[in-house]
């Protein structure tokens, strides 16, 4: 029920149904473009090292900078956005404007998620006119509907939240001590999919909303115990990773947690057997995110080069294998740029951000203009799938993506030879963000990709390499919460 078309046309997409001006915004009227003039072929190199890329990786803390970590989960207690009946959403707003300041500027997104009961101690945090432990009355059934109402109002559109856990029903609201029923999950499922139309719900288990493509919050991901129950459930409901993401945290407290994962976060990353499963894991689940395991001693340097190599495994990792555009361009006509990229992750993006191009001053590196591309879906870019152990890689290799796009600038640039360079913008201010794996990147989120003449041909196509800065070292992204 939940984002099918979205669904739909990934599929397609995959299986070439859709025509490419639909899936990577060819150019329909190409007459009006000039093409007789040369043009320049560039293959960037490969960055191989981890990105601290966003909306995926490793779950870390909301007011501490991680070495890869842009994601934070929040459990937020009830009775602290909600009171009492009387409350409004503006109360919900305050506390998240207070607990979630400055986020931001760290490059950090929220994953959020009400709770009722935490386990430890025995705590209840029900509203004060709502009777605790009570999971089933008609007061409840109403009291959470217009809950979640209000939620979507204020975390549907907010950019600090990246997804959403629905949480509430059982301890940590972990969908256990009590489970969900039959008649709860349709409540809630049609009140999350009706509150959330951008943002992605998780839930906890993934034989629960049959009806739903939520998301999956498995809160003990890799364990031993549960590689046959939860494992095999996300397997079950496989391609479901390709719409919404697959995510949770390790888990150290319970069961038979020494055979697998590890003792610890430091054993998982840093032992070889340990990590080796924990990676094979999350390429065959498509996992995207995970925290706990992110606790390991960052000084420790075995548990450093371990992370780094999980990190990798996480979510989307988009190579470019080719740029293709004219030597020459002039002011106010138009001309086509062209990039093929395929994704070595082992998920998506899961919300489609703008890609750009741009012209820098060869000197300052100062943007003198900036493009669009139209029609482009960044959610398409589709990892591989049926993970090979033995071969450690996907059987059913990655699609090479073609992106095309039209552009023309004005006559206020100038003249000269600049740099061509391409970004991944996060929508919350059209900042650069996720960034390409390839080395041609410079601090701030561009990647210089070949030089280009604007009225005159360049004598060098490639950049000056010594220009380029270590992009898994770059601490200055983030985005904006005032609307661009």
Request: net charge neutral; aromatic share 10%.
């Amino acid at each position: 029920m939940m984002r099918t078309s979205r669904r739909e046309f990934i599929r397609r997409s995959a299986s070439g149904a859709v025509g490419a001006s639909l899936l990577s915004g060819m150019i329909n009227d190409s007459s009006a473009v000039t093409s007789d003039r040369p043009r320049i072929v560039v293959k960037p190199k490969e960055y191989t090292r981890a990105l601290r890329n966003p909306l995926m990786g490793f779950v870390g803390s909301r007011t501490t900078e991680h070495a890869y970590a842009t994601l934070s989960k929040h459990y937020i207690r009830w009775n602290q956005i909600e009171d009492t009946e009387t409350d409004g959403t503006e109360r919900i707003r305050a506390f998240c404007n207070k607990e979630w300041s400055g986020v931001e500027s760290l490059n950090i997104k929220i994953i959020p998620r009400v709770y009722l009961h935490w386990s430890k101690d025995d705590q209840k945090y029900w509203p004060a006119d709502l009777q605790a432990g009570d999971y089933s009355s008609d007061h409840f059934k109403k009291r959470v509907v217009r809950l979640v109402t209000r939620l979507g109002e204020c975390w549907d559109n907010d950019p600090r939240v990246a997804f959403v856990h629905m949480g509430i029903i059982g301890k940590w609201g972990e969908h256990h001590s009590p489970d969900v029923s039959a008649e709860m999950q349709k409540l809630l499922g049609d009140a999350f999919t009706a509150a959330f139309k951008h943002k992605i719900v998780m839930v906890r288990h993934p034989w629960d909303f049959k009806d739903f493509a939520f998301g999956i919050y498995w809160d003990s991901f890799a364990h031993q115990d549960q590689m046959g129950s939860h494992g095999a459930g996300i397997e079950k409901i496989s391609p479901r990773w390709q719409t919404a993401p697959i995510g949770g945290e390790t888990a150290y407290d319970w069961g038979n947690y020494k055979t697998q994962p590890g003792e610890n976060p430091d054993d998982t990353v840093s032992d070889p057997g340990h990590r080796r499963f924990l990676v094979d894991s999350i390429f065959r689940l498509h996992a995207n995110h995970l925290g706990w395991v992110s606790n390991y001693n960052a000084r420790n340097t075995q548990a450093r080069e371990g992370a780094e190599e999980v990190q990798r495994a996480f979510g989307y990792r988009f190579v470019i294998d080719e740029v293709n555009y004219p030597a020459q361009i002039v002011p106010n006509e138009p001309f086509t740029l062209s990039f093929t990229v395929r994704n070595l992750g082992s998920t998506p993006l899961y919300y489609n951000w703008p890609v750009e191009a741009s012209l820098l001053d060869p000197k300052t590196r100062a943007v003198l203009w900036k493009g669009v591309f139209k029609d482009v879906d960044t959610r398409t870019w589709l990892p591989g799938d049926h993970w090979d152990g033995g071969l450690q890689a996907y059987a059913s290799k990655p699609q090479s993506i073609r992106v095309d796009g039209r552009f023309a600038i004005p006559a206020s640039v100038g003249r000269g030879t600049m740099i061509l360079a391409l970004a991944i913008l996060d929508p919350a201010g059209h900042l650069p963000s996720a960034r390409f794996s390839v080395v041609n990147y410079l601090n701030g989120g561009r990647h210089p990709i070949g030089q280009i003449g604007v009225g005159t041909t360049p004598t060098v196509s490639e950049p000056d390499p010594s220009i380029f800065n270590d992009p898994g070292q770059d601490r200055t992204l983030g985005y904006s919460l005032a609307r661009p």
